[in-house]
């Protein structure tokens, strides 16, 4: 009897410092309801989501994931910008992984923009990362929606990334990689999306370098090169 008392004082002190968390830092919870309809068979994977901002960003559709290189070049980033005015232009939910590069360029302009804007973390939901990229947060909880399937007190590590590279797959109707390396994290995105049948666009400056042998691979495999705008007008019906 004394052994259950002191598990359900466990229970009891875990989750009023679970309630604690939450209210400390305005973290929300993404209703499982909500979960099922974007997530399918995937959503108690991602269970529970936790969420910063406004969650009604989350109902918004379509949803297209503009991601790329940590360091991209001076023509990625205005390739970058170009593309999310585009997007923008049509009424579709920027998101990406406010990772340093071409995602905090994408967030930056969705934001001057008044476009909006979902980041999906690796990191708990608290904590942005990197670190240099607070104030970029700070701005999407104000104006979008800041997303993360990581535990409170998770640590952070490189598993973390390819689990919300694979997030941001499944809650968007495509990704489009605007820029990348040979080893970029974006490719467990890419595969991701072909692996759930969703649309994966790589622009055409990066299918046309044939330094980076992964992008032919994704080509034959059912990739899409992004050549025009009006490619982007059918991603908004």
Known sequence: MLIEMN???????????????LEEFNVGIVPEVELARDLGSYASEYCPLFYRGNLEVLFRLPRVAVVGTRKPSELGIVRTR?????????????????AKGV??????????LDAKTIAVLGTPVHRPY???NKE???K???????LSPSKPHEQTGKYLFPRRNRLMALLCDATIIVEAGATSGVIHQAAECLRQKKRLFILKSLAENSAIGWVSDFLKSGAEVLEHPSQLVELSK
Do not use: C, M, T
């Open 7 to 21: 598990q359900i004082h466990s229970i009891q002190h875990r989750l009023d410092d679970f309630s604690k968390y």
């Open 82 to 98: 170009k593309l999310v005015r585009e997007l923008s232009a049509l009424n579709i939910v920027i998101v990406s992984g406010l």
């Open 103 to 112: 995602d905090a360029v994408a967030h930056n302009l969705a934001l001057e």
């Open 130 to 132: 990197p670190a240099e």
């Open 136 to 138: 970029l947060y700070s």
């Open 140 to 146: 999407i909880v104000a104006d979008g929606l800041v």
